[in-house]
């Protein structure tokens, strides 16, 4: 019901809101344990941010119903539901480029680049998911927001962590990645006294957490 629900969030042209139940979706399914139902939602989500540039296109041109109903592909979900099944292509597992934890001030106490010859670097990610997390507050008017972003080849996971700010940028697709990260994170939470000295950082992690966080 919830992949309908942002499906015709898109069809109303309300991206925001259709990126929010995508999330929660998302969520839900994995909750439950409904991994090829959460991998298509995953795509889903993944599909609408490839696509932005020609969502931006039928709204500047006022395009008709019909041509927003193609551009969703809602006919293929409502065959899915009735047949009540879920059928999804096995996805690529992603190539990841950085990870990086930032404290509450927006700075990167926390960086593991996988590639060293991208262009990425871990402060100016940490500057922009700062911002990235702002805007999408200020724009939905709630604690909510945006857990990934699309910007060109790259693709951006974000999770907060009470303070502290969690990012994963790689290329492909994001289910695998959204796994990882979250992975990641629980393993952080089940160690308080790695959860409380991370809070307390403001500049760089020590060795000695730095070491911890790369086995996990």
Same mark, same amino acid.
């Given at each position: 019901?919830?992949?309908?629900?942002?499906?015709?969030?898109?069809?109303?042209?309300?991206?925001?809101?259709?990126?929010?139940?995508?999330?929660?979706?998302?969520?839900?399914?994995?909750?439950?344990?409904?991994?090829?139902?959460?991998?298509?939602?995953?795509?889903?989500?993944?599909?609408?941010?490839?696509?932005?540039?020609?969502?931006?296109?039928?709204?500047?041109?006022?395009? /008709? +119903? %019909?041509?927003?109903? @193609?551009?969703?592909?809602?006919?293929?979900?409502?065959?899915?539901? !009735?047949? &009540?099944?879920? $059928?999804?292509?096995?996805?690529?597992?992603?190539?990841?480029?950085?990870?990086?934890?930032?404290?509450?001030?927006?700075?990167?106490?926390?960086?593991?680049?996988?590639?060293?010859?991208?262009?990425?670097?871990?402060?100016?990610?940490?500057?922009?998911?700062?911002?990235?997390?702002?805007?999408?507050?200020?724009?939905?008017?709630?604690?909510?927001?945006?857990?990934?972003?699309?910007?060109?080849?790259?693709?951006?996971?974000?999770?907060?962590?009470? /303070? +502290? %700010?969690?990012?994963? @940028?790689?290329?492909?697709?994001?289910?695998?990645?959204?796994?990882? !990260?979250? &992975?990641?994170? $629980?393993?952080?939470?089940?160690?308080?006294?790695?959860?409380?000295?991370?809070?307390?950082?403001?500049?760089?992690?020590?060795?000695?957490?730095?070491?911890?966080?790369?086995?996990?």
């Amino acid at each position: 019901a919830l992949l309908i629900e942002a499906k015709l969030s898109i069809i109303k042209l309300d991206f925001n809101q259709a990126r929010l139940i995508l999330t929660q979706a998302q969520i839900s399914a994995e909750k439950k344990d409904l991994r090829l139902l959460a991998q298509k939602i995953s795509q889903e989500h993944d599909n609408l941010l490839n696509k932005m540039e020609q969502y931006d296109s039928i709204v500047n041109e006022h395009s /008709s +119903l %019909k041509e927003r109903l @193609a551009l969703t592909n809602i006919e293929d979900v409502l065959r899915s539901m !009735i047949k &009540k099944s879920v $059928t999804t292509a096995e996805e690529e597992h992603e190539k990841g480029v950085i990870f990086l934890i930032a404290n509450s001030t927006g700075l990167s106490i926390y960086s593991k680049k996988f590639n060293a010859d991208d262009a990425l670097e871990d402060q100016n990610v940490a500057g922009f998911l700062t911002a990235i997390n702002s805007f999408s507050q200020e724009t939905f008017k709630t604690n909510e927001t945006i857990d990934r972003i699309k910007q060109g080849d790259y693709t951006l996971l974000l999770q907060n962590l009470n /303070s +502290l %700010k969690i990012c994963y @940028a790689f290329k492909g697709s994001s289910y695998h990645a959204s796994k990882k !990260i979250n &992975k990641i994170i $629980t393993e952080i939470q089940k160690d308080e006294l790695m959860m409380s000295e991370l809070e307390k950082i403001e500049y760089y992690v020590p060795d000695s957490i730095v070491n911890s966080i790369n086995g996990l």
